[in-house]
């Protein structure tokens, strides 16, 4: 059997990367002040919520803005209603994300709703054991936005490789988005993983580690690998792209990554602000940097590319990032023009755009 080298004992949800406009990116979100208690944490009801309004508390957290949002929540077992959340951090990476009709996950007190917190992705409130070690040890992602395609079957599996930034950048570009993932000991039977993985909704899960191959199970290295860049373009700064998901695994431990087949996106990149050294560089601090982007997407089919800085959108500025996804909402179905900085030379691309999912 084929396995994959040692490569995490702490896996970190995505870090390094904002997505704009691309269905089901991770972002990072801490919480500040008002962020899940510990009680709220073992007794709070997860829930989706719309963010309806948003505002700059003028605090910030190692230079990431602290903001208060109103939210709409919808929880399965009540009916919808409102609350304000005062303060919760947000990562200077998931600012795009973070907007008023994008979706986040709170936790709320079901006796006192106003009770109520972004919740941040960490370990889920203890529970008695599902014997399973993969469903007792899962983290959950923090999904913005993300608009998963229900599975209708069991999810397959891969061993991923030694580079688990690789394999989630070639991930993000085949459309798929991260549900959360598991660190165990001592359970080397996949099966453990693809039952997990398929209670919690994936379409495919990544095991990372040594593992013992069942009779009769397939159990390949994943075989998506990121899109080559383009050999004429310069990078777009050092370590853009996903950091190692997974990294420094002992002899006796495992894990997997569970990720979710999102819907097709109206533009299909993950981008970011421009960095200080790009400031300098070109003089200007508007703008963002595309990262990667989705095969078939509809920024794949009019050739960006990645290290492309787009600086308008259907001829307006991009002085706000943070304004992008509803600019690009609002021209979904669209055929836009994007002004780009490739290298050193200005270019126009012309996009058509995905309709906007109903």
């Not at 990116?25 to 008002?34: E, H, I």
């Not at 079901?110 to 992705?121: E, L, Q, W």
């Not at 989630?168 to 997990?196: C, F, H, K, M, W």
């Amino acid at each position: 059997m084929r396995s994959s080298r040692s490569v995490s004992r702490s896996f970190v949800p995505l870090l390094g990367a904002a997505c704009l406009a691309l269905a089901g990116c991770s972002g990072m979100m801490t919480s500040f002040g008002g962020g899940p208690s510990e009680e709220l944490r073992q007794k709070g009801v997860l829930a989706p919520a719309e963010i309806v309004e948003l505002w700059d508390t003028g605090w910030t957290v190692n230079d990431n803005p602290v903001v208060g949002m109103k939210v709409h929540v919808t929880p399965a077992d009540r009916p919808p209603f409102e609350a304000r959340i005062e303060k919760t951090t947000v990562s200077r990476i998931a600012i795009p994300q973070v907007q008023p009709g994008q979706t986040v996950m709170v936790r709320f007190d079901p006796d006192n709703p106003r009770d109520i917190a972004v919740d941040t992705g960490g370990p889920e409130p203890a529970a008695p054991s599902t014997g399973n070690p993969y469903r007792d040890h899962f983290t959950r992602a923090n999904n913005l936005g993300a608009n998963f395609v229900r599975p209708d079957e069991k999810p397959r599996i891969y061993l991923g490789t030694a580079d688990s930034g690789a394999d989630t950048q070639a991930l993000y570009e085949n459309g798929y988005a991260l549900i959360g993932a598991s660190g165990v000991r001592a359970a080397p039977d996949p099966r453990l993983a693809l039952d997990a993985g398929a209670e919690l909704g994936a379409a495919l899960v990544v095991v990372y580690g040594r593992f013992t191959r069942p009779a009769g199970m397939e159990l390949d290295v994943l075989p998506l690998r990121p899109r080559p860049a383009a050999p004429d373009l310069p990078v777009a700064s050092p370590g853009a792209g996903p950091g190692p998901l997974i990294r420094g695994l002992g002899q006796d431990e495992q894990a997997a990554a569970f990720w979710g087949k999102t819907r097709p996106a109206i533009l299909g990149i993950v981008s970011r602000p421009l960095n200080v050294p790009e400031q300098k560089r070109l003089r200007r601090t508007d703008g963002m940097v595309v990262e990667s982007i989705a095969n078939g997407s509809p920024a794949a089919a009019a050739g960006i590319q990645p290290g492309d800085v787009v600086v308008a959108i259907d001829g307006r500025p991009l002085p706000d990032v943070r304004e992008v996804p509803a600019l690009i909402t609002s021209l979904a179905g669209k055929r836009v023009n994007f002004d780009v900085i490739r290298g050193e030379r200005a270019v126009t691309v012309a996009v058509q755009l995905n309709p906007a999912l109903p």
